[in-house]
C-alpha cells in the first residue's frame, strides 16, 4: 500500500537554530501534502497544506515565517522550523494522499518529535 | 466549518467486552469519514473509512463504524476488546467540496485491561 515517510524521527536542538523535517511519499506522487502539530494533549492541529511548485497554504495563527514549507518535487515536502524556541518543541507529523484516486484515504508519516533545548 | 466531536478523552473496557468509541462531525455536505488510530510517539494508522454505500464499514483489526447520516455520527466499534487495541483513536473528516485537509477530533485514549 501507500506509505508516507518521515525523518527524522527525533531531533534536538538548541534554542536559535534551524530544523528541517522530510516528508516523501513512497510509491505514489502528491501534489499536495498536509503538516500537523499535534499538542501534549492529543489534538491534531492543521498547519498547513503543502502544494507542489507552488507556495504552501497556511492555516490562521501559523507563522509562515518560522514554519518554512518547501514542495520541490511530487514526492518530497520539507517543514523548516526557524530560529526554534522551546515552545516550538512538539509532534510534528506530515500527511499525503494519492489523488489520482478520489476516495482513498490519506497516509501519515512517523512523525518527528521534536525537542528545542 | 467543518468540525469533529469526540465526546470522550478516554474509554475504559475489560478485554473481550465490546467497545464503543463516539464520533459525532458537522459538514455541510456529504462527508468522508474516517478513523484512525495513534500508538505512542508514531505517526497515524488508518482503520476505516465511510465514503458512500453501506453505513456499516468494516476495518483492519476487527474495528468497525457505523455511518448514521441522521445523528450525523460514524462510531467505532468492536465486538470483543484486545489489550493491544490500547491506543489513541482519532476520528477525522473531509469535505470532497470544501478541501482536501483531513479536520481531526480531539482524540480519545482506550485502555484496555486484562
Known amino acids: 500500500g501507500a506509505v508516507v515517510s518521515q525523518h527524522p524521527s527525533r531531533v534536538i536542538c538548541k534554542s536559535g537554530t534551524s530544523v528541517k523535517i522530510e516528508c516523501r511519499s513512497l510509491?505514489?506522487?502528491?501534489?499536495?501534502m498536509f503538516w500537523y502539530r499535534q499538542f501534549p494533549k492529543k489534538s491534531l492541529m492543521l498547519m498547513a497544506t503543502?502544494?507542489?511548485?507552488?507556495?504552501?497554504?497556511?492555516e490562521q495563527g501559523v507563522e509562515k515565517d518560522k514554519f518554512l514549507i518547501n514542495h520541490a518535487s511530487l514526492t518530497l515536502s520539507t517543514l523548516t522550523v526557524t530560529s526554534a524556541h522551546p515552545e516550538d518543541s512538539s509532534f510534528y507529523i506530515c500527511?499525503?494522499?494519492?489523488?489520482?484516486?478520489?476516495?482513498?484515504?490519506?497516509?501519515f508519516g512517523q512523525g518527528t518529535r521534536l525537542t528545542v533545548v | 466549518a467543518q468540525s469533529v466531536a469526540q465526546p470522550e478523552d478516554q474509554v475504559n473496557v475489560a478485554e473481550g467486552n465490546p467497545l464503543t468509541v463516539k464520533c459525532t462531525y458537522s459538514?455541510?455536505?456529504?462527508?468522508?469519514l474516517f478513523w484512525y488510530v495513534q500508538y505512542p510517539n508514531r505517526g497515524l494508522q488508518f482503520l476505516l473509512k465511510?465514503?458512500?454505500?453501506?453505513?456499516l464499514v468494516k476495518g483492519s483489526y476487527g474495528f468497525e463504524a457505523e455511518f448514521n447520516k441522521s445523528q450525523t455520527s460514524f462510531h467505532l466499534k468492536k465486538p470483543s476488546a484486545l489489550v493491544s487495541d490500547s491506543a489513541l483513536y482519532f476520528c477525522?473528516?473531509?469535505?470532497?467540496?470544501?478541501?482536501?485537509?483531513?479536520?481531526f477530533g480531539k482524540g480519545t485514549t482506550l485502555s484496555v485491561s486484562s
Open positions: 500527511s499525503a494522499r494519492d489523488q489520482r484516486r478520489e476516495n482513498t484515504e490519506a497516509f
Open positions: 510509491d505514489f506522487q502528491a501534489t499536495t
Open positions: 503543502s502544494n507542489e511548485g507552488s507556495k504552501a497554504t497556511y
Open positions: 459538514v455541510s455536505g456529504n462527508p468522508y
Open positions: 465511510y465514503i458512500t454505500g453501506d453505513n
Open positions: 477525522a473528516v473531509r469535505d470532497p467540496q470544501a478541501g482536501t485537509a483531513l479536520i
